[in-house]
């Protein structure tokens, strides 16, 4: 389907917000409707300009997968890698990219088991270059040998045995073994034992591929320094020729970014088409295939559209805040404004009330969590993180912010029925304050915490607590409980998460606990909470959100929760739980090779991390997007927004 409409599963839970805002005769709300066949215009000459939040923090695709994996990157790099197979929108069904076919299964060739999959021919790198065969086998030994982390790492599953950080949580050690090319148009990956779902067709499977002619030097060079990974993450990524629609041009840091059309790009002109009876159909505008799948279309078309791209280039530019960045809407100085969690509600009269500018509401597929680092004292202690878990009160929380937030009480939310778990644990749901405060105070007194002044509730009708009390807070260790720092964005980032660590703050301070909410720079923040080695213990509580990936395999309990995720080694497991059970779930899950088997490994690690509260999820936001009316989008209702297919960039054109 081309790299345009690509959902990568490793970046970012289903909730549906019936979301009614009333049109003024300026603006317009869509809300999700039913889809029907459009047909986009040839190519023109408009210029993109989309309005982002926060710069980008590289070029290299590479550090973008590990370190530097931030969306605002993605937005600017996420439409130039291709993969061997892609995620169709707005159904989500897994379709070839590169491959010719759907996933091949695995055939066990003695201990191992190999997949051999056929690549398309006549897929060029901008610079004419054919990808091959040897592109996917130089993406795969260039991780492993440089043993990268984060995105690599997590759909590269390398086979270790002699890795004793891998042996200690995986006595099996399973993984892939090998990547090699066969022939230009053949390639045979090797695992050590029969792939699973998320590891083969949701894993390597999805894993972007990088053009071996541009990156061989560099990467030779970084293989010669003493710290290869580094040095190839330091390394420029300007001048990289693409695989997909744009192609990367320049920057200036704090100001924009900039991508140029892909005029050879493999997909152009590709029609897409969606049926009733499930069947994704995309054609080349040459005759050059046809090819359908899930399906044999004998259904109604529910969606057609054309991929471009139809703008000449594309222009990111970078503002403080989505106050700014309206206000460049409403002027016309940008066409869009890309945001992960979409605009504040406050902000929904704003672009309603202003002539020429549409807005879209979308539920959302990410949530927003409450992180603790267990590394450290109190937050290792299951009791204390039990605590806060109850003093915390989402649904005033929604109150407060007017309704535009929804509570959450697991990873995955009610309405994604296919993959939640009804009988999951809502630890405090429905209690009142001084419930919540006695049972707070329960938990704590059980994991062996004690007070020089225990904590008492005042009896008033305000809920006050009595002055003086709650004071001199021990830790099962004996040791003083220090003022804890808590680490959230500013509320131009994020208004609602900037007001739940003001509360949770507050509420902490009932039982004694002193937390600092203090507000971080986001891409500070990020640094912070994902240093390796000894630096992953310089925080104590962080906010943040994540995207659900996808919402057909949810797989991200394995990459933030397993022991061998950890941050401090490179993965994406910020507060450093470390649970054999949990962990044996992750590598049922990994092992599962039928949706019933998965499902039944992401309810349960699911429920446990419910009850062990690495993570406080606290809730997730109807995504609200705003945008020049003269934009033609073959599609706005999608999960998460358009900005979960980056401002659809290949798609989208304008009106005449």
Known sequence: MGTSQRLWTWIAVVALLAFVAAACSQGTTTESTSTTATT?????????????????????????????????????????????????????????????????????????????????????????????????????????????????????????????????VDESAE???????????????????????????????????????????????????????????????????????????????????????????????????????????????????????????????????????????????????????????????IDFVLSPTGLSAGLKDEVLNSPGLSLIANPSNGFRYLAFNLRTSPMKYKGFRQAIGCLTQKEFLQTLLGGAIIPMYSLIPELNSAWANPNVEQICKG??????????????????????????????????????????????????????????????YDPQRSTASIWIAQWSGWMGITVKATITDFNVLVDKVFATGDDARDWDMYILSWGGGNPALPDFHEVFFASWQDSADGGFNTPGYNDTGFDALAKDFLAATDIPSAKVAVQKMDAKIVQDLPYLVLFTTPVLEAYNSKLVFPFTNVLDGLANLNGMPAAVHISD
């Open 431 to 492: 209690l009142g304050e001084q419930e919540r405060f006695d049972q707070a105070i329960q938990y704590l007194k059980d994991a062996g915490f004690t007070w020089a002044v225990e904590p008492a509730w005042d009896g008033g009708t305000a809920g006050n607590l009595l002055p003086g009390t709650g004071t001199g807070l021990t830790d099962p260790d004996g040791k003083a409980v220090p003022e804890l720092e808590l680490l959230a964005p500013g509320p131009g």
């Open 175 to 333: 993984g892939i073994k090998s990547v090699e090319a066969v022939d230009d148009y053949t390639v045979k990956i090797t695992f050590s034992s029969e792939p699973g779902l998320a590891v083969w067709q949701m894993g390597v499977g999805l894993m972007p591929i990088l053009p071996q002619h541009f990156w061989q030097s560099v990467v030779d060079e970084a293989a010669a320094s003493d710290d290869p990974s580094t040095t190839l993450y330091a390394a420029s990524g300007e001048g990289e020729p693409s695989a997909g629609a744009l192609i990367y041009d320049s920057r200036e840091p704090g100001a924009y970014a900039k991508n140029v059309a892909n005029p050879n790009a493999y997909y152009a002109g590709t029609q897409y088409t969606f049926y009733s009876d499930g069947t994704f159909e995309q054609a080349n505008a040459d005759g050059g295939f046809d090819e359908k799948y899930d399906g044999t279309g004998t259904g109604d078309i529910t969606l057609q559209y054309s991929e471009g791209p139809f703008a000449k280039d594309v222009i990111y530019s970078i503002y403080s805040d989505q106050n700014a960045a309206i206000l460049a809407l409403k002027s016309g100085e």
């Open 40 to 168: 986009a215009p040839g190519a023109s000459s408009f210029t993109y300009k989309l309005g982002i939040l926060k710069d980008i923090r590289t070029d290299n695709f590479w550090a973008y997968m590990d370190p530097e994996a931030t969306v605002w990157t993605r937005y600017v790099l996420g439409n130039q890698h291709p993969a061997l197979f892609t995620l169709a929108a707005p159904s989500w069904q897994l379709v070839p990219d590169l491959a010719t076919g759907q996933p091949n299964n695995a055939e066990q060739v003695g201990d191992d088991w190999d997949i051999t999959q056929e690549l398309r021919e006549g897929y060029m790198w901008s610079d004419g270059t054919p990808v091959t065969a040897n592109d996917v086998a130089f993406t795969f030994n260039t991780a492993a040998d440089f043993k990268l982390g984060g995105n690599w790492a997590a759909a590269f599953r390398l086979y270790a045995p002699d890795d004793p950080a891998t042996t200690d």
